[in-house]
C-alpha cells in the first residue's frame, strides 16, 4: 500500500498546516480576551480574516478534500486513531461542503459585527437596536437546517445534532419533561422554605483581591493543575483555552463583594482544563485531541464544581484553609454554614449566576426559545414576551427588563442556536457518572483528600484520554454500562436539595 | 496601465498573507516570552516551523517574486510610498534569493538549537561547550559573505550594511577611533575621580516592587503613552514589541534592591515605543511601518533613556513625585544627589549594565571582535583571550570568566554579527539630533515638563512619521542639515560628564 502511504503522509502535512492555523487562532484570542487593548482590536480584526481565509483555502482545495475522501474510503486500512479521525473529518467535510461559500462568507460578515450590535443593545436595555440582527442569525440558521436536512435528520434537530451528535428534540423533549416533572415543583417547595431566608453577614464582607487570587492559587494545588503546562490569568469573563496536553489555560475574574464567585470559576475552569490535560498524548497534533463535546466538556467542569466543589467533605477538607485565609471575615462562621450557603437555591434571573439545582431550568427556557425561532415564524418583536412567560413558568420569576431577560446572553449573536441545551446535558451526564464513581471509589475519601488525585484518574481513565475518540454515548456505556440516562441527575438534584432543605 | 493595477492589487493581497504571518509572529513570541509556560514551548515551535514555512511558500514563490520584479522594472509609475517600499522589498529579495534555500534551512535549524547551547555554557561558565557552535555559526556568516559580495562591498562590510545602510569598517572605524581617542583617556580620568567612590545609603535599599510599578506607570504618562493603543507587561529582559501604530507593547522587570533598573528600563523601551506609535498611520499594512533601521530604533530608545532621561531637567520636574512614592527610601536624597547617583560612571564588566559614557566602548570590543572571527582564521579557543585582552584596553577592568565575559551576550548564538555597532550609532545618532533640537526647542523646558510632549513632536516630526520611508542617513540629513557625525556625541559627552565630574 505504497500509494495509501503517501496519501496518509500528504494528509498528515495539511493537517499540520491547519492546526498551526488553529494554534494561531487560539493565542490570538487568548490575547484578544486577557490582554489586547481596544484600539488593537480593528487591525487584528484584518489579520484574523486573512489567516481564516488561508485555512480555509486548504480546508476547500480539491487536494484536501480528495485525500480525505481517499483515506476514508480506504479507513478499514487504516490504524484505529486515523480511522476515527478520517470518519470525523469526513463527515464534518460533508456537512461543510454542502453549504455554499457565500453564504458562508456572508456569515462571517454578520459575526463580524453582530457581538457588538448584541453588546450595545444590551447595555442600552435596547430589544429593538438588536432584534433585526436575531431576525437575520436565525434566517441563517433556518437555511443552514436546509443545507444540511436529511432523511433522517430535519429542523432543529440538525442544530441540536451539530453540537451533540445522537440528541435530537425527542431526547431533550424527554429530558426536559422530567425535569419540569420533578425539579421544578422541587424548587417550588425549596421556594416556600426560603420565604424568610436572609443572606449571612459574611457574604456582604468585602474579600481582598489578592487573597482570593492565593485561594485560587491553593485551588490549583488541590486539582493537581501541573503549572509547568498551565496557567491562570484574568479576564472580564473566566473562561478555559489552551492548545494540546502541553498548554492549557484559564482565566479568573475575582470581584471583592462575592468571594465565592472566584472560588466556584477557578474549580470550574480547572475542571475543563484537567480534562485537556489528561487526553492521552497520542492525540497531540491530531484532530482527535480536546473534548468529545461541548456536553462531554462542560460535564467535567461541572462535575468538579458541582458534585465535587459544593460537596460537604470537599469542604471538610479544605474550609480550614480557606479560613486561614481570609481570618478577619470567616472566624466566627462554622464549616455547616458555608456549606449552607454555598448550596443555597434561590430562583433568580441570570443563568450565569444560577445554582446548581436551578440552573438547568435557565437552560429549558433558551431551548424552548430555540425550538420557537428556527422551527416557527413567529415574529422577532413577539420573543422576549415569549421569554419572559417561561421564566415565569419554570422560575416563578418575573423578568424586569430585557437586559436581564433576553439579552443576557451572547451565544446568539455568535450565531449559536442549539448549543444551550448541551450544558443542562453536561449536568446530567456527571450525575451518571458519579452513580457510577460511588461503586469505584470512597466518595469522601474522594473528595475529601488532599487532592483530587483520585477523581482525577478515574475520570481520565473512562473519559479524559480518549479525547474525541469516543462519542459522548459510547463513553457513557463503556464507564457507566449504559445510555445517557437522565434519571441520575434528578435523583442525585432530589437526594442533595432534600437533605439540605430537610424536605 | 491597467496591467500594473491588477499586479499591484496581487501584490497588496500577498503583502497582506506576509503581514498576517509576521503578525502571528509577533504575537507568538510576546505570549513565549511573556506568559508561555516552559512546557508548551516543544510543541509550539513545530507550530511556528511550518508557519515559516507557509510564509516562505508566498515570499519565495515564483508569482511573488515575478510580482515584485515587475513592480520594481515599473517603480517610476508607482506612487511614492509603494515605489519606496518596492524598492526596499526588491533588494531583500534579491539578497535572500542569493542564499541557497538549503543554506537557509540548515542555518534554521542550528538556530534551533545555538541559544539554548549558549544559554547551558553561560550557566555553567563553559566557553568549551559553546565554541564549536559559536565556529559553526561565524562559518554560516561567512558564508553568507561570500554568497552576498559584490563589487563595492565584501567582507564584514557586508553585515554591517545588513543591519545599517550603508555603514561600513571605513565608517565604523572613524567612529570608534573618535571614541578610543577622546572617550577612553575621559573615563580613565574618571576612574581615578572615582577612587574613594561610595555606593550611597539609599542605592542599596529595598524598593517594593508594587511601588515600583506605580512609577512605571507614571512614567507612562509623562512620555504620553496612550494606554488605548499599548500596555507595559513584566518579564525576565525588558523589551518592546508590537505590530503597527495601534498596537505597542512594552517589558519591564523590577529588582527590589535596584530600583533605577526599572526606571531606565521603562523610558528605554517606552522610547521605542514612542517611535513606533507616531509612525504616519498609512504605513499600517505596508512593509514600511516600523524604525528604518536598528540603529535608529536604539538612537530613540537611547535618546529618552539618557539624554532626557538621566538630564538634570527631567528630574527637577520629576524626582520629587519618584520622592512622594518612595517617601521612607528617598526622604533625605537631595535632587543632587539622586542626579549624580544616575549618572555614575563605573567601567564594568557587563553590557546591559553600563553606564551611558561607557557603553560604547563594551560596543567597541564587539565590533573588534566581530572583524577577527568573520574576516580572520583565528582559532575559535583563543577568543575569549582576546576578548579579554579588549576588556583590559578599552575599558581598564579584568575579565574574571567567560560568564561576564564572551558569553554574556545572546547576539551570536541568534546568529546576528554585524548589529552590535549599531547600539554605539544609535547613541550617537541622538546626540547629533539633540544639537538640532536645541536650535529648535528650549530643552529646559522641553525635558522638564508634565510630560514629554514637546520631545515627542520634535521626533514625530523628524523621524518617527517616516518609519522607514527615509534612511537613517536621509534623516539626518533632512532633521539637522548634515550627515552622520560622530562629533557631536563625544562633544556631548565631555561636557556632561566634565560638568558632573568637574574635570
Not at 196 to 203: E, H, I, S
Request: with cysteine; aromatic share 14%.
Amino acid at each position: 500500500m505504497a500509494f495509501l502511504k503517501n496519501v496518509i503522509a500528504r494528509y498528515q502535512e495539511l493537517r499540520l498546516d491547519i492546526l498551526a492555523f488553529n494554534f494561531v487562532s487560539y493565542l490570538i484570542n487568548w490575547d484578544s480576551d486577557t490582554e489586547a487593548k481596544a484600539g488593537s482590536l480593528e487591525d487584528r480584526s484584518i489579520f484574523v480574516g486573512r489567516l481564516n481565509e488561508m485555512e480555509l483555502r486548504i480546508t476547500r482545495s480539491k487536494e484536501y478534500i480528495d485525500i480525505v475522501n481517499t483515506l476514508f474510503d480506504n479507513r478499514d486500512n487504516l490504524d484505529e486513531l486515523l480511522r476515527i479521525e478520517i470518519t470525523n473529518v469526513h463527515k464534518e467535510m460533508e456537512k461543510n461542503l454542502k453549504i455554499p461559500e457565500q453564504e458562508m462568507i456572508n456569515h462571517s460578515m454578520l459575526m463580524a459585527k453582530s457581538p457588538s450590535i448584541w453588546a450595545t443593545a444590551k447595555l442600552n436595555n435596547d430589544y429593538n437596536a438588536f432584534k433585526d440582527t436575531l431576525k437575520e442569525l436565525m434566517n441563517f440558521n433556518k437555511r443552514f437546517i436546509k443545507y444540511l436536512e436529511t432523511d433522517e435528520l430535519k429542523g432543529y434537530d440538525i442544530l441540536l445534532d451539530n453540537f451533540e451528535e445522537g440528541m435530537t428534540k425527542e431526547k431533550y423533549d424527554q429530558f426536559f419533561d422530567l425535569l419540569k416533572k420533578e425539579i421544578v415543583p422541587l424548587v417550588k417547595k425549596i421556594n416556600e422554605k426560603n420565604k424568610n431566608y436572609q443572606t449571612p453577614k459574611f457574604a456582604t464582607l468585602d474579600y481582598p483581591i489578592e487573597k482570593q487570587k492565593e485561594f485560587a492559587a491553593y485551588l490549583m494545588d488541590v486539582m493537581c493543575f501541573d503549572q509547568n503546562y498551565g496557567l491562570m490569568k484574568e479576564s472580564e469573563h473566566p473562561f478555559t483555552s489552551g492548545f494540546g496536553t502541553h498548554d492549557v489555560r484559564v482565566t479568573n475574574h475575582y470581584y471583592v463583594d462575592n468571594f465565592v464567585s472566584s472560588i466556584f470559576s477557578a474549580i470550574h475552569e480547572l475542571g475543563h482544563a484537567t480534562y485537556e490535560r489528561a487526553n492521552d498524548e497520542k492525540l497531540n497534533f491530531t484532530f482527535l485531541q480536546g473534548g468529545t463535546t461541548m456536553a462531554m466538556h462542560e460535564s467535567q467542569s461541572r462535575f468538579y464544581e458541582n458534585i465535587v466543589g459544593r460537596s460537604y467533605p470537599f469542604w471538610q477538607r479544605h474550609y480550614p484553609k480557606l479560613q486561614e485565609v481570609f481570618k478577619e471575615q470567616l472566624i466566627d462562621v462554622t464549616l455547616d454554614e458555608f456549606y449552607r450557603f454555598i448550596n443555597h437555591v434561590t430562583p433568580s434571573l441570570i443563568r450565569t449566576e444560577a445554582d446548581e439545582l436551578t440552573y438547568s431550568l435557565h437552560i429549558m427556557v433558551r431551548y424552548e426559545m430555540e425550538k420557537i425561532m428556527v422551527e416557527t415564524d413567529t415574529p422577532v418583536e413577539e420573543y422576549p414576551k415569549i421569554w419572559n412567560k417561561l421564566y415565569y413558568d419554570y422560575l416563578g420569576v418575573e423578568v424586569p427588563n430585557d437586559r436581564e431577560g433576553i439579552l443576557q446572553d451572547i451565544h446568539w449573536a455568535f450565531g449559536e442556536c442549539g448549543y444551550f441545551p448541551t450544558y443542562a446535558l453536561g449536568s446530567a451526564y456527571g450525575a451518571q457518572l458519579l452513580n457510577q464513581m460511588k461503586k469505584d471509589l470512597d466518595i469522601n475519601q474522594a473528595f475529601g483528600s488532599d487532592n483530587l488525585s483520585m477523581v482525577n484518574e478515574w475520570l481520565k481513565k473512562h473519559i479524559h484520554q480518549y479525547g474525541k475518540m469516543k462519542k459522548p454515548n459510547e463513553l457513557l456505556i463503556d464507564a457507566t454500562g449504559e445510555s445517557f440516562n437522565p434519571e441520575y441527575f434528578v435523583k442525585y438534584l432530589k437526594e442533595k436539595y432534600s437533605k439540605i432543605y430537610k424536605l
